[in-house]
């Protein structure tokens, strides 16, 4: 468990160094309403108490490999169980993941 919520919190790390260089972050083949979507599934997830590294396995099956997209995604999973989940609804974990999108963050 340790190691894939480490993979998350260094992911994290590169995206937001990635981000200051870059501007807007690439999304890949995904829209900031499906980002939100996701955040909306992983808030899900986190309040039926799915564990971060169950969440990162689920992950797995929906985004096999690397990709751009899954690198997001594990950036979300991030949030939704750090932090900033102890404070989201899964409503609010979608809107807020959607509307951070939307303003290139």
């Known amino acids: 468990m340790k190691s894939h919520l480490h ?3 260094l992911v994290v790390g590169i995206f937001s160094a ?3 260089l870059a501007g807007t972050y690439p999304l890949g083949d995904m829209t900031c ?12 997830w986190r309040e039926d108490g799915v564990t971060p590294k169950e969440a990162v396995q689920r992950l ?4 096999p490999g690397e990709s751009v997209e899954k690198k997001n995604l594990l950036m979300v999973l991030s949030l939704v ?7 989201w609804t899964v409503k609010s974990a979608g809107d807020a993941m959607r509307i951070d ?3 290139g963050r």
Not at 60 to 63: F, I, K, T
Request: proline share 3%; glycine share 16%.
């Open 101 to 103: 999108c939307q303003a």
């Open 7 to 9: 993979h998350a919190v």
């Open 81 to 87: 169980y750090g932090g900033y989940g102890d404070g």
């Open 60 to 63: 797995d099956n929906l985004r």
């Open 18 to 20: 990635i981000q200051v």
């Open 33 to 44: 309403p499906e980002i939100g979507q996701f955040a909306s599934k992983a808030m899900q």
